[in-house]
Every structure is written in structure tokens, then in C-alpha cells.
């Protein structure tokens, strides 16, 4: 009997052909394997609108398939409510502003803006926990503030803390995956010429493309 597999997507930021390059390397079956990207699927790169299409379509054929909320997505959503614009901007954001401006001038599908609002912060899996930035050193999960589960960086990948399960976790790019006993980072920096990295749990293969 086939056994359920359960994959990790490292950050995307609008890198569109690799996506679906990694897709097809890792042959991800929807009816049977888990999916879950930990957040970033737009800014920086040149397709984030088409890539939510894709991963809109995942969903579409697959119960299996979880989304986290990445810093990219809530900087996102503050410009959408005509917050924090300035911030956008410095982090990429035109280019998903132009992916979404190809068409009729800038529209976000409805299917998209109900995408974003049902991102979530974290999701708990029996030996993992997955977040798309990582989690404050001595506080318990409940108690983690979501800025920091969507930004934080040097105070969570120096500690060697104990989060009770393995964090998997994207945001900070590495040119290899960061493999520790506490913690896995999988962004390998796909938009800045790096790699599209996902992690295989139950095997703990890592799969990657340029």
C-alpha cells in the first residue's frame, strides 16, 4: 500500500516556471500526499499573480493542500487597505502590483483576496511545527506574536531553544538548506538566482530546482 507523503515548498516570490518544475519533480499525488507552502508566494519576482492561480488550482483538485501567510502576504493585504504602502514598495511589491495590472489595470480576482485572508499563521503536524519566519526563543506557542512568526530572523536562527517539535521555516534565504536539531530552513533563495527547495517529512529528502 502507497504510504501519504507530506511536502514543504520553501518561499516562491513569484518564481512561477520553477514552481511548477518542482511540482512535477517531487510527483506529488493530490488524492493521497499532504501539501503545505510556508508562505511568500509573491513581490520580488515576475508572475506572483499566476503563481496563486497555480496554487489556486492545486487546491482546486486537493483536500490536502495548507497555505501559511507569509510576510510578503500581510504587507500585501496592508496595501490592499492603503496601509504601510512605502513598506510595500521597498520589499518588491511592484512587481506583484504589475502582475495584477496586465489585464484591465490593477484588479485582484476575488478567488485571491480569499486566498490571502485564509492564510495561516502556523500549522502543527505530529513531529513539526511549519511557520514561515520562525518563533521567539522561550515563549510557548500560543504566546508567539504573529510578527514574529512573519519576520523574525536572527533571535530564532542563533537559538538553539527548544520548541518542543522541529521548525520548519522559510523567510531567510540560505544557499543550502539550514538543517539543525531544533530547526529546518528551506528558503534557498529561489528569486535571487538560488533554488526552489522542498522537503520530502516523512523520508526527509530534500527536492530542488532552479
Not at 499532504?34 to 487546491?59: A, C, M, P
Not at 505530529?126 to 526563543?137: N, Y
Request: glycine share 8%; aromatic share 12%; proline share 4%.
Amino acid at each position: 500500500m502507497k504510504e501519504n507523503r507530506t511536502f514543504v515548498v520553501g518561499d516562491i516570490h513569484g518564481c512561477l516556471d520553477p514552481l511548477m518544475r518542482l511540482m512535477e519533480k517531487i510527483d506529488w499525488d493530490p488524492a493521497m500526499d499532504s501539501l503545505i507552502f510556508v508562505g511568500d508566494y509573491i513581490d520580488r519576482g515576475e508572475n506572483s499573480k499566476e503563481v496563486v492561480n497555480f496554487i489556486l488550482d492545486l487546491i482546486r483538485d486537493s483536500p490536502n493542500i495548507e497555505c501559511l501567510m507569509g510576510n510578503h502576504e500581510s504587507m500585501f493585504l496592508e496595501y490592499m487597505s492603503g496601509r504601510d504602502r512605502d513598506l510595500y514598495f521597498m520589499n518588491g511589491g511592484l512587481r506583484t502590483i504589475r502582475s495584477y495590472s496586465r489585464d484591465k489595470g490593477f484588479s485582484v480576482p476575488e478567488d485571491h483576496l480569499n486566498f490571502y485572508g485564509s492564510l495561516k499563521m502556523y500549522i502543527e503536524l505530529e513531529r513539526h511545527i511549519v511557520v514561515h519566519a520562525g518563533f521567539r526563543p522561550g515563549r510557548r506557542l500560543k504566546e508567539q506574536d504573529p510578527q514574529d512568526m512573519l519576520w523574525i530572523r536572527d533571535p530564532f536562527i542563533y537559538s538553539d531553544h527548544d520548541f518542543g517539535k522541529q521548525v520548519i521555516f522559510g523567510h531567510t534565504p540560505f544557499e543550502k538548506p539550514l538543517i539543525e536539531k531544533n530547526k529546518i530552513g528551506i528558503d534557498t533563495g529561489a528569486v535571487y538566482g538560488g533554488s526552489l527547495t522542498c522537503l520530502e517529512l516523512n523520508e526527509m529528502m530534500f527536492y530542488s530546482v532552479k
